[in-house]
């Protein structure tokens, strides 16, 4: 059981867009900043946005990151073949004083 | 390049002991906090431990906390987790990340990942 709460699984058409929900609490998404983490199968995952709303260098202004009161929120839009992975947000829990992830969103591009 | 990459894993019994390492390259490893990240097979992340910069802060996961140990070693550039007492559930594929503004909640740069697996 993940102290995050995503949809384990979406689905969208090439060229659409997808929004993943990230759903926690007053004591992690609610006082800290939220990352996203994209998983390609066999690899490691790789950092897409930081503080909410951030984009480390070469990540594409297709990914987007938004946060309202303890929820949070990955969009993609132009979406492409290569975008099928698994989807992770995380956090920092101020009362568990550990980082948090969800369980992750499997997306398939179809 | 920067660079990490994780060594140590290996098949142990249940009760038994293991050393993780992760080499550092390519930025100034001193300055910056690192943390280790878990993933059991066809499973989601879990977070495991964080080290400050300094070694001055140092937070476990509730799972392992009594039985791992975070450390660093900042003139050989190495991140390093002691993990005793191993359960069948510490399975997993072991990832050092580097923390991208030191608060455990941003993970920019991650090595490879080195297998534990934990059986009798």
């Known amino acids: 059981q993940s102290v995050l709460t995503q949809p384990p699984s979406m689905s969208a058409a090439p060229g659409q867009k997808v929004t993943i929900s990230c759903s926690g609490s007053t004591s992690n998404i609610g006082k800290n900043y939220v990352s996203w983490y994209q998983q390609l199968p066999g690899t490691a995952p790789k950092l897409l946005i930081y503080d909410n709303n951030k984009r480390p260098s070469g990540i594409p202004d297709r990914f987007s990151g938004s946060k309202s009161d303890t929820s949070a929120t990955l969009g993609i839009t132009g979406l492409q073949t290569g975008d099928e992975a698994d989807y992770y947000c995380g956090t920092w829990d101020s009362s568990l004083n550990s980082g948090v992830f969800g369980g992750g969103t499997k997306l398939t591009v179809l | 390049e920067v660079q990490l990459v994780e060594s140590g894993g290996a098949l142990v019994q249940p009760g038994g002991s293991l050393r993780l390492s992760c080499a550092a390259s390519g930025f100034i490893f001193s300055s910056y906090s690192m943390n280790w990240v878990r993933q059991a097979p066809k499973k989601g992340l879990e977070w495991v431990s964080y080290?400050?910069?300094?070694?001055?802060?140092?937070h476990h996961a509730e799972s392992v906390k009594g039985r791992f140990t975070i450390s660093r070693d900042n003139a050989k550039n190495s991140l390093y987790l002691q993990m005793n007492h191993l359960r069948d559930e510490d399975t997993a594929v072991y990832y050092c990340?580097?923390?991208?503004?030191?608060?455990?909640?941003?993970?920019?740069?991650w090595g490879q990942g080195t297998m534990v697996t934990v059986s009798s």
């Open positions: 990340a580097r923390d991208i503004l030191g608060r455990g909640d941003g993970f920019e740069i």
């Open positions: 080290i400050s910069a300094s070694s001055g802060i140092v």
